[in-house]
């Protein structure tokens, strides 16, 4: 891969951490502040709900320092070892984890008794949201799944083919 893609690749993902950082410091404790401030029957669910936000964050973080690291044995054209399964089931791990935290939301949000300031669509909205991170997350943990099967074939291949050689 072309060494100027692969930096452009990393820019995005270093400027994705960024954003992540920002995210868990600053947008998601102070809007789930300001959601108290405005609706204080919510105060008890603001400290369990920021942290499950700040930890599917930080899953997401895992998941793009591992491909920041995939980047990197790309660009050294050493993708094809066994050390790249170990990121490439970090991003598995990462991805399993973000979705057991949204399927846990929309579990709490089915179940419990929340209650609304108008007439119930913030929470339906909410379990929206969470289903569908859930479904999303599950698809893209299986989808890396599939991917890790096929970066195990092409390393198998390329072993033989060098054996052959």
Known sequence: MNGAVVSTLRAGVALALLVGLFGQAVVIPTTAADEVDRFPPYGP?????????????ACVQVALVATWVLLGMVRRDALFTPRAFRWVDMIIGASAVATLLALGVTGHLLVADIPSPDDGMELLGALFTAAAGTGVG???????VVMRGLLHKATHLQTELAGVV
């Open 138 to 144: 599950a698809g893209f943990a299986l989808l890396v």
């Open 45 to 57: 669910y603001e400290l369990p709900y920021v942290t499950v936000a700040v930890l599917g964050v």
